[in-house]
C-alpha cells in the first residue's frame, strides 16, 4: 500500500527559514509534489521531484532521497502570506491491483504558521 | 501555465437533490481527469480517475453509483453527486494533468473546488 507522514503543524518566524519533512512508502515510485493550500482554496503546485538531490524554485527548494523515502520543502525568507497548508503527494506507477495507474496521492498536509 | 475551470464555486441544496459539478481543461486537453474530496481540516482524498471515453475508476470504498462520473471530452468531466444528503457536504476538488504518456513530470492542476453544503 502507500503511506505518507507530515507533521501536522510547524510554527516559525517571518524572515526565517523552515524545513517540512515528508516520508513515504509506496510501490512503483513515479515522482514525489509539493503544493501549497491556502483555507477554502485548491492546491497550487510548488514544486516536482523525481530523481535524488535538490530542486530549488526561488524561496522555495525540495529535496529527495528515493532509497530513503523522504522529501522535504524548504522555504526562506519566510512571509506571513506563507501561513498555509503544505502538501506532500506522491505519484505511484501501480495501483492497488498493480495495474498502471499514476494517481497522486496526499498526504496529511502541514499547517504552517508564520508569526511576526 | 495550464488551467482547470471548475464549477459551480458553492452550492446550498436540501437532502435529497442532485448536484452536478463541471471540470473544465481550458487551455490544454486531459485524457485523465482526478476528482478529489476534503474535509474540514484534512488532507486530500481521492475519489475517482476520470478517463476520457471510459469508465471512471473508483477508489476503494467510494460508491460508484452515488458519484457519477462523466468524461465525456478532453477538456470536461462532470461528477453528479445523486440524492445528496448532508454527509456528503465537503469540499470538492478536480484536477487535471496535461498529456499522458512522456509527460508524467506534469504537475496535476487543481480547479477552485466546489463547497457543497447539503442542508
Known amino acids: 500500500g502507500q503511506n505518507i507522514d507530515q507533521p501536522t503543524e510547524m510554527t516559525a518566524t517571518e524572515g526565517a527559514i523552515v524545513q517540512i519533512n515528508c516520508t513515504y512508502q509506496?510501490?512503483?515510485?513515479?515522482?514525489l509534489f509539493w503544493y501549497q493550500q491556502h483555507a477554502g482554496e485548491a492546491p497550487t503546485f510548488l514544486s516536482y521531484?523525481?530523481?535524488?538531490g535538490l530542486e530549488e524554485k526561488g524561496r522555495f527548494s525540495s529535496f529527495l532521497s528515493r532509497s530513503k523515502g523522504y522529501s522535504y520543502l524548504l522555504l526562506k525568507e519566510l512571509q506571513m502570506k506563507d501561513s498555509a497548508s503544505y502538501l506532500c503527494?506522491?505519484?505511484?506507477?501501480?495501483?492497488?491491483?498493480?495495474?498502471?495507474?499514476?494517481?497522486?496521492?496526499f498526504g496529511t498536509g502541514t499547517l504552517l504558521a508564520v508569526q511576526p | 501555465g495550464a488551467v482547470v475551470s471548475q464549477h459551480p464555486s458553492r452550492v446550498i441544496c436540501k437532502s435529497g437533490t442532485s448536484v452536478k459539478i463541471e471540470c473544465r481543461s481550458l487551455?490544454?486537453?486531459?485524457?485523465?481527469m482526478f476528482w478529489y474530496r476534503q474535509f474540514p481540516k484534512q488532507s486530500l482524498m481521492l475519489m475517482a480517475t476520470?478517463?476520457?471515453?471510459?469508465?471512471?475508476?473508483?477508489e476503494q470504498g467510494v460508491e460508484k453509483d452515488k458519484f457519477l462520473i462523466n468524461h465525456a471530452s478532453l477538456t470536461l468531466s462532470t461528477l453528479t453527486v445523486t440524492s445528496a444528503h448532508p454527509e456528503d457536504s465537503s469540499f470538492y476538488i478536480c484536477?487535471?494533468?496535461?498529456?499522458?504518456?512522456?509527460?508524467?513530470?506534469?504537475?496535476?492542476?487543481f480547479g477552485d473546488g466546489t463547497r457543497l453544503s447539503i442542508l
Open positions: 484536477s487535471a494533468r496535461s498529456g499522458e504518456t512522456g509527460t508524467y513530470n506534469q504537475p496535476q492542476h
Open positions: 503527494a506522491v505519484r505511484s506507477r501501480r495501483g492497488r491491483d498493480g495495474g498502471a495507474t499514476n494517481k497522486l496521492i
Open positions: 476520470s478517463n476520457e471515453g471510459s469508465k471512471a475508476t473508483y
Open positions: 509506496t510501490s512503483g515510485f513515479n515522482g
Open positions: 521531484n523525481v530523481l535524488d
Open positions: 487551455d490544454f486537453q486531459a485524457t485523465t
